[in-house]
């Protein structure tokens, strides 16, 4: 059982630019969930997409957009990066959407933003 | 939106020591999950523990849903053991698709 990636480990922006972040789900899941975790801070969810369409979404400006695949894999989408855009980015994938299955994490993407 | 409060913010331990971690919330909930995040940012699953209570290793979890806490037993605690501890809930009502962590627990057990 394949458990779920994500890509790049890490990365370096400058304010102003545009990131995009990977992540494949775990086999059997169909359901991918973004979260942002500041230095010191839980896990923020971002937002949750499902069937290719965004299920639910936190308290996040539209710069963060993301798109879902068919084969289930996920892009995290920040447009205009801002300093407080420095984080470690989680992706999490669950065998369905809602809350009654529990979510598995990748080791996430840490993105600092100078 | 729901509230998750964890206790301790903070736990020292000496090698072979138990503790108990504890995690409160605000409302009813669908999912409750345990996690150990390692200084290398990794989350790792511990329980999935809505209710009840479950066994692993040296590690268990109980969840008393009617009064809204979850409690996290770690024995034998090993220097590999430490690192944050944050608890997650699922809550009922409307948002019910979204992890709400806790602020965490971070556990240093030292050798």
């Known amino acids: 059982e394949t458990g779920v990636t994500q890509s790049p480990t890490h990365l370096i922006k400058t304010r102003g630019q545009q990131v995009t972040l990977r992540c494949s789900s775990q086999?059997?899941?169909?359901?991918v969930s973004w979260y942002q975790q500041a230095l010191g801070q839980g896990p923020q969810f971002i937002f949750q997409?499902?069937?290719?369409?965004?299920?639910g979404r936190g308290n996040f400006p539209p710069r963060f957009s993301g798109l879902q695949f068919p084969n289930y894999s996920s892009e995290l989408n920040v447009n205009a990066l801002e300093l407080d855009d420095s984080a470690l980015y989680l992706c999490?994938?669950?065998?369905?959407?809602?809350?009654?299955?529990?979510?598995?994490f990748g080791n996430g993407t840490r993105l600092t933003v100078t | 939106g729901i509230q998750v409060e964890q206790s301790p913010p903070d736990l020292i331990l000496q090698e072979g020591a138990n503790s108990t971690l504890r995690c409160n919330f605000s409302?009813?909930?669908?999912?409750l999950q345990w996690f150990h995040q390692n200084p290398w940012g990794q989350l790792i699953n511990l329980f999935y523990?809505?209710?009840g209570t479950k066994q692993n290793g040296r590690l268990s979890a109980t969840t008393v849903a009617t009064e809204r806490y979850s409690l996290l037993y770690i024995s034998s605690s090993q220097t590999t053991d430490s690192g944050v501890y944050f608890c997650?809930?699922?809550?009922?009502?409307?948002?019910?698709?979204?992890?709400?962590f806790g602020k965490g627990t971070l556990l240093t057990v030292n050798p």
């Open positions: 999490a994938s669950s065998p369905s959407p809602g809350g009654n299955s529990p979510l598995h």
């Open positions: 086999s059997g899941h169909n359901t």
């Open positions: 997409y499902y069937r290719e369409e965004e299920n």
């Open positions: 409302d009813s909930v669908n999912n």
């Open positions: 523990i809505p209710s």
């Open positions: 997650a809930v699922v809550g009922s009502g409307g948002s019910n698709y979204k992890l709400t």
